[in-house]
Each structure stands twice: as C-alpha cells, then as structure tokens.
C-alpha cells in the first residue's frame, strides 16, 4: 500500500483487519519525512508483533563500505520492518500504456518487498510466515542504523 498521512485508528484497525481476518498479507510505505514511522497510518501497523509488513527506503550500497545507506527521506522507527532499495527506481507511470518515470521514496522501496512476499506466497501459506521469511531472511547492513536494521533479501 503506498499511501500515508497522520495517524487514524480507522485506517490502522482496516489494516490490522484485512491481515488478521482474511489473510491478505500487507505491505505498506513507511513515509517520506524522514520521521518516526510509528506516527503515521497505515506504516504504524507494522513493526515486531503486529501484522502489517512496513517498509523504509534505502538509497544505495557503498561497496568500500559494506553497508547500505538509509535514504534521507524514509520514515524509521521500530514500526519499520525492513529497508528496500527506494532510490531513482525506474517503474511503469500513469500518463500512457507505456510511459516510465524514475522516482524515489518508500513507496518504491515497497513494491519490491510486495514482490519478494508474493513469490513466497506460493509455499507460505500466513501472512505472519511471510513476514518472519521476510524479516529472518533480510541483512543488518545499513549505515548509519536505524532502530531496525534490516535489507531485504529475496534469496532467488
């Protein structure tokens, strides 16, 4: 889900639900403020012990280094779950059948744990399965560390 906005129980409890009581599994973006993201809905519904699968935004590898760095604008926090790349990514854009547009933020970052946890859908069968997978599966190489250090890692 790449959408985001102040806190509302309304939206977190939607969330939680469509988790909780039909087993859809649940990716949403952290946001761009470069804030905590456990003050904002939906990206506070994730974090260790509840459903949702919420994702922060890297912006590249430095290989000298070996670590990832965190993009200046990704929400943080324990809510956050696990950093993806989120930085000048290339996708399909809305103007035509066939347009592109590169951009950045959390919402880039998320569509590629939404993939990752659509690949394990087809032999994990619970969206709290996928998102341990997800999370076990993911690297602490993010520098400077954000309260949950984790990249993705889709193991194919």
């Known amino acids: 889900m790449s959408l985001g906005g102040g806190a509302s129980i309304a939206l977190d409890n939607a969330c939680n639900n469509i988790v909780t009581n039909y087993g859809v599994t649940l990716v949403v973006a952290a946001g761009n403020d470069n804030r905590d993201a456990c003050n904002y809905s939906p990206a506070r519904t994730g974090g260790s012990g509840k459903p949702v699968i919420t994702v922060g935004a890297i912006a590249k590898w430095e290989l000298n280094r070996n670590h990832d760095i965190l993009s200046s604008s990704s929400n943080y926090g324990s809510c956050v779950d696990v950093y993806a790349p989120g ?12 347009a592109i547009n590169t951009i ?9 744990v939404c993939g990752v946890a659509s690949l394990l859908r087809t032999s994990i069968p619970t969206p709290a399965s996928i998102k341990n997978r997800i999370i076990s599966d993911s690297s602490a190489t993010i520098s400077p560390a954000p309260t949950f250090n984790r990249v993705l890692y889709s193991g194919c």
């Open 87 to 98: 930085s000048s990514i290339t996708s399909a854009w809305y103007t035509s059948n066939t």
């Open 104 to 112: 950045s933020g959390t919402s880039m970052a998320t569509a590629h």
